[in-house]
């Protein structure tokens, strides 16, 4: 019963606004002198118009649009409608009232209904919550705007927005000023503001970390909407959704000549069979091969619950996973021998250096055996493609798991490998994964602390896993076999910035970094390159390491050499002269 009241009112409403627009258009065009016969004239001309209200909310369904809801899209819809009932009723009364008039009647009658709604949304969304904090929004498009009408109902006032498009700037939305960034800067007063957010889900991430740096001072809290690729839901309110920055945000860095063409037609329609699949890498890569549609996919890593949260994520694509280390030959042999993939991805290895100091003989043989293994099978199996997965710390190693990883390279790099092109991608450390750095300061940090940082001097090259990986299979693609492929990985950064940037981001001022030594194996700084030696390729982000060669008889002799030896570090130093092996007891 509501509803149809809503609708016998809306329909009145327009009814009497048809009438007022048509009358006022009437005496307008007569100077407000009308004759007895040109009354009759009104009388039919009103009659048609009256017909296209009820033609229009019968047919179209205009009464079941919302005024309190009102978008762009409803004025649009409105707007439309009407216009193509002009169109009938101006035929209707073609040569009986003049055109000019029937116009002017419908451009008065469309301002004056829009007007209404306006005036109706305007009134029934008028916020009864006391504007206690300000808000400004960077980013004027959907998103911003999205926001800006949340706000209303909320204790946010936006003060403007910031957008950095010139066709935006020095204009207004609802009667909010656009402002450039620079003319924001200077707008700012003394006090801060409570609350930026930045409202732009395709954001670059040094976009953000620029826009972080330039406003921080000003605002005690900025906030930034999620991306599209991550959790945003459009479908829902978008004030619930903000998250904080986080130091993944700021320390991102989005390679400018990723070539996604080139990683798909490396990709697509080919089986990929990918090693320590579960892992921060592993499971990264997996995802963007099936994103870059493969045609199945190989998930091979014996850690059940590894191997079992991927599978949960890929459940809809071509897959088979498979539980198993690659150490055992035989195993592998069988997968090989039933999948015979296109692409081979080794991600699996060892990479905790203190872990693997401690467990060195483990590390030996998953590292190197496991690599060794999976060459091995992927040349018999002739596998168009074989990528592994490197380390800055193969570079002048200091522990074991940097010197396991450059025997890996070296075998990579010397093997006759036939048909099978053989790549290795090198690259520092990424943000977020299992290992890093980040996720202890994040659970110390929300410990109350203190951070444990090893040297107030040692410093790490740092990368989103999305863009290492993708630069990885960027990499792949065109490699001819033989080459060590290296990431640029800009700058490096100090361990005790990164743990004060956490800090500060985490608005705490409690939490103090204390020094605990370097540990066993671990180096103040990491290295890309073994010499200065290197070449560019026609992507700035990647390089390529100069060939190290060494003969396939003698490092084969040296491996088993290796796995027998009780000395390991001494046959590990034989294989790789530039091996300095630390052992960093509580050094500072």
Not at 315 to 323: A, E, I, K, L, Q
Not at 455 to 465: A, E, G, Q, S, V
Not at 560 to 575: A, D, R, S, V, Y
């Amino acid at each position: 019963m509501r509803l149809i009241d809503k609708r016998v009112i809306n329909f009145l409403v327009i009814f009497v606004l048809t009438f007022i627009t048509f009358g006022w258009t009437f005496f307008i065009f007569h100077r407000f002198s009308v004759s007895f016969h040109k009354r009759d004239l009104f009388l039919i001309a009103f009659e048609v118009a009256s017909f296209r209200t009820v033609a229009s909310f019968l047919i179209f369904n205009d009464y079941t649009l919302s005024w309190s809801k009102a978008t762009q899209k409803t004025y649009l819809i409105k707007t439309i409608v009407n216009l193509v009932a002009f169109m009938f009723y101006a035929l209707w009364l073609y040569g009986t009232i003049p055109l000019a008039f029937l116009i002017s009647e419908l451009f008065f009658y469309l301002f004056a209904i829009n007007f209404m709604v306006y005036v109706y949304y305007f009134i029934k969304n008028r916020s009864s919550v006391k504007k206690t904090k300000e808000v400004v929004i960077y980013g004027a498009g959907q998103a911003g705007l999205k926001l800006e009408s949340e706000y209303r109902n909320s204790s946010y006032k936006v003060k403007y927005f910031i957008d950095d498009s010139p066709s935006l700037q020095k204009r207004t939305i609802d009667g909010i000023r656009i402002l450039s960034k620079d003319e924001a800067i200077k707008t700012i007063d003394t006090s801060k503001i409570d609350l930026l957010v930045i409202a732009m889900p395709s954001i670059a991430k040094n976009v953000i970390r620029d826009i972080y740096n330039d406003f921080k001072p000003y605002f005690e809290t900025i906030k930034i909407l999620p991306s599209l690729n991550e959790t945003l839901k459009i479908d829902k309110d978008f004030a619930k959704q903000l998250k904080n920055i986080s130091v993944e945000d700021l320390l991102a860095r989005h390679p400018k000549d990723l070539d996604k063409k080139a990683i798909s037609n490396f990709i697509n329609n080919k089986t990929v069979l990918i090693t320590g699949a579960g892992g921060s890498i592993g499971s990264e890569i997996s995802r963007q091969c099936a994103k870059y549609n493969a045609k199945k996919l190989i998930l091979v890593d014996h850690s059940e619950f590894n191997l079992y949260s991927i599978a949960e994520e890929l459940s809809g694509f071509d897959t088979s996973f498979v539980m198993q280390s690659v150490v055992n030959l035989d195993m592998l042999d069988a997968t090989f021998e039933k999948h015979k993939p296109d692409i081979v991805i080794h991600a699996a290895a060892y990479k905790h250096v203190p872990l693997v100091e401690d467990n060195i003989e483990m590390g030996i043989v998953n590292n190197i055996i496991g690599t060794k293994n999976t060459i091995d099978m992927a040349i018999k199996y002739k596998a168009k493609k074989f990528v592994l997965i490197s380390t800055d710390k193969a570079v002048r190693p200091t522990n074991v798991m940097g010197a396991t990883k450059r025997i890996c390279e070296l075998y990579a790099q010397n093997i006759k490998s036939g048909d099978t092109q053989i790549v290795a991608v090198r690259f520092g450390n990424v943000l977020g994964s299992s290992g890093s750095v980040i996720p202890k300061f994040k659970a110390q940090i929300e410990s109350g602390g203190p951070i444990t940082v090893t040297h107030p001097d040692i410093t790490r090259y740092f990368m989103l896993i999305p863009e290492a990986c993708e630069l990885v299979l960027q990499a792949a693609s065109f490699g001819k076999g033989g080459e060590i492929f290296i990431l640029d990985m800009g700058e490096p950064i100090k361990i005790v910035d990164l743990a004060k940037k956490m800090i500060e981001l985490s608005g705490r001022d409690d939490v103090d970094i204390e020094f605990s030594g370097l540990r066993k194996g671990e180096k103040l700084y990491e290295e890309l390159l073994l010499d200065d030696t290197e070449a560019i390729t026609k992507y700035s982000s990647i390089m390529v390491a100069k060939k190290t060669f060494y003969d396939m008889d003698k490092l084969n002799n040296d491996i088993q050499k290796l796995i027998k030896n009780k000395n390991k570090i001494e046959m590990l130093t034989k294989i790789v002269p530039e091996f300095n092996h630390q052992t960093n007891e509580k050094e500072n």
